[in-house]
């Protein structure tokens, strides 16, 4: 019997569930402003649907992609900022984002990019759920996960407190 030694260094799962280069293919500034005027209500796009009303941010599905919007001018760079600092740390509860920027005769607006993430109905790894809750904290509730092969996977990075790992 031929034995192998485990990676070391193993890659995320969240980076196997997303192949990061195909997102960020996929994102683009097109479909941010496609979202950007459903939520502005400037502009009605069927194929822009919306799948979350937040305190501060609306989201909007656009090609597979979700879109985040909102009045709070730093919410959309604080989630991205944690998730992709989460990803860089290799926290397998992280999905990989990307932030545009709108400029408007209003101002700027910064919209969020994730991939959509729906539960497939796996309960979550206990161990997995405890890492996720000792990396991020205890404001992340079930509204603000999925879970894909019982990895948990983080929706919202505004719930997460960033950690030691943040950089």
Request: glycine share 6%; aromatic share 10%; net charge negative.
């Amino acid at each position: 019997m031929e034995h192998t030694t485990p990676d070391p260094n193993p890659r995320p799962v969240a980076n196997r569930l997303f192949d990061n280069d195909d997102f960020h293919r996929r994102a683009n500034a097109d479909d941010a402003l496609r979202a950007y005027f459903r939520w502005a209500d400037v502009e009605w796009d069927e194929e822009v649907q919306k799948i979350g009303q937040g305190e501060d941010r609306t989201a909007f599905l656009v090609n597979s992609i979700v879109y985040k919007l909102g009045s709070r001018a730093s919410a959309n760079a604080y989630d991205h900022q944690t998730l992709e600092a989460a990803r860089r740390a290799g926290k397998p509860w992280a999905p990989p984002s990307c932030l545009f920027e709108i400029t408007t005769e209003f101002g700027v607006q910064h919209v969020m990019a994730m991939p959509y993430i729906v539960s497939d109905g796996t309960d979550a790894d206990p161990d997995a759920l405890a890492r996720m809750f000792k990396d991020a904290g205890d404001e992340i509730d079930f509204t603000n996960y999925s879970v894909i092969n019982g990895q948990p996977i983080v929706i919202d990075g505004c719930t997460v407190r960033r950690g030691s790992w943040y950089a």
